[in-house]
């Protein structure tokens, strides 16, 4: 069985949780399983319920994630305008 070291394992539920990569393409790119990818993903959420500071962290990095898809929807649209 492969060890990982823990900010390994952080680097790849932070690719996951705020630059929305999907656990298959994490896999892939990285050889890992995809259950261990999801299995770490599932331990950050349960630390997140009773550490502060990871709660804070995890919701820094949904928002980050959110504004991304907003920003990148707002190029879109200006592009389109460009066009028109």
């Given at each position: 069985?492969?060890?990982?070291?823990?900010?390994?394992?952080?680097?790849?539920?932070?690719?996951?949780?705020?630059?929305?990569?999907?656990?298959?393409?994490?896999?892939?790119?990285?050889?890992?399983?995809?259950?261990?990818?999801?299995?770490?993903?599932?331990?950050?959420?349960?630390?997140?319920?009773?550490?502060?500071?990871?709660?804070?962290?995890?919701?820094?990095?949904?928002?980050?994630?959110?504004?991304?898809?907003?920003?990148q929807e707002a190029h879109?649209?200006?592009?389109?305008?460009?066009?028109?």
């Open positions: 069985m492969q060890h990982y070291e823990k900010e390994f394992k952080q680097r790849i539920v932070r690719l996951h949780l705020e630059e929305g990569r999907t656990i298959r393409s994490l896999a892939d790119e990285y050889e890992i399983s995809h259950g261990s990818i999801s299995n770490w993903i599932k331990l950050y959420r349960e630390e997140c319920q009773i550490n502060p500071q990871t709660k804070e962290d995890y919701n820094l990095m949904t928002e980050n994630r959110k504004l991304r898809k907003q920003l879109k649209e200006n592009e389109f305008l460009k066009k028109a």
